[in-house]
């Protein structure tokens, strides 16, 4: 059974830190992985999409690695800013066609002005 | 740009209730989902639906779970007699095509309260 793990669970940085936001799995067998934000009480937002046979994605300042071999991901946030605040999940595509995620629990970052 | 919405946002209802949950997935989408978050917990598949009939469900999706797509744009989730345990948010999702390669795009939920 898929695990997804993400450590710590919470975060706080200064203004203007570069970031790294780790993510690991137990089964490499995945289809793609999927990077999301979660603000307090709401739904989730789309970061990054990796597939599988992909090294890594950017978008502005993301950029999220995939290495399916040990199971881990990271999402790299540069400059981050107080909007960046909230909670970060990672997720697996598990192998056929239905392609339903397993979540790690997120990490809850906080950035101080 | 697209989106899927969800209905109600909000939901109280009182043990041993039906509740439906209604989701609008975007439009030339094929795979639907709906996922559950417990309060402080992670969010947990329950349902994927194919071409009109479930393709996978998880432990949790029992006799008290179903699905419908009832036109061409609603998808809904219904619990018969709602548990204490029920109590979480709900997320519908879908996806473009098959094979694992895009993106499941997340409705902003419907938060159920069950007293």
């Known amino acids: 059974k898929q695990e997804v793990t993400q450590i710590p669970a919470a975060l706080s940085v200064p203004e203007g830190e570069n970031l790294v936001l780790n993510c690991s799995f137990t089964d490499s067998a995945i289809y793609n992985l999927q990077w999301f934000r979660q603000d307090p009480g709401k739904g989730l937002t789309s970061l990054l999409l990796i597939q599988s046979s992909q090294r890594e994605q950017t978008s502005g300042r993301l950029n999220a690695s995939l290495d399916k071999s040990s199971g881990r991901s990271t999402l790299y946030i540069a400059a981050s800013q107080p909007g960046d605040s909230a909670t970060y999940l990672c997720?697996?595509?598990?192998?056929?066609?239905?392609?339903?995620?397993?979540f790690g629990k997120g990490i809850t970052l906080s950035v101080r002005p | 740009e697209p989106e899927v919405t969800q209905t109600p946002s909000h939901q109280v209802t009182q043990m041993g209730q039906e509740v439906i949950l209604r989701c609008v997935p975007i439009s030339n989408h094929l795979y639907f989902y709906w996922y559950r978050q417990i309060l402080g917990q992670k969010v947990e598949f329950l349902v994927s639906?194919?071409?009109?009939?479930?393709?996978?469900k998880s432990e949790i999706f029992d006799d008290q779970f179903s699905v419908e797509r009832p036109d061409g744009s609603n998808f809904t989730l219904k619990i018969r007699s709602t548990k204490l345990e029920d109590s979480a948010m709900y997320f519908c999702a879908s996806r473009a095509q098959g094979g694992g390669t895009d993106t499941q795009y997340f409705g902003p939920g419907t938060r159920l309260t069950v007293l």
């Open positions: 997720a697996v595509s598990e192998p056929g066609a239905n392609s339903k995620l397993t």
């Open positions: 639906f194919y071409n009109n009939e479930i393709s996978e």
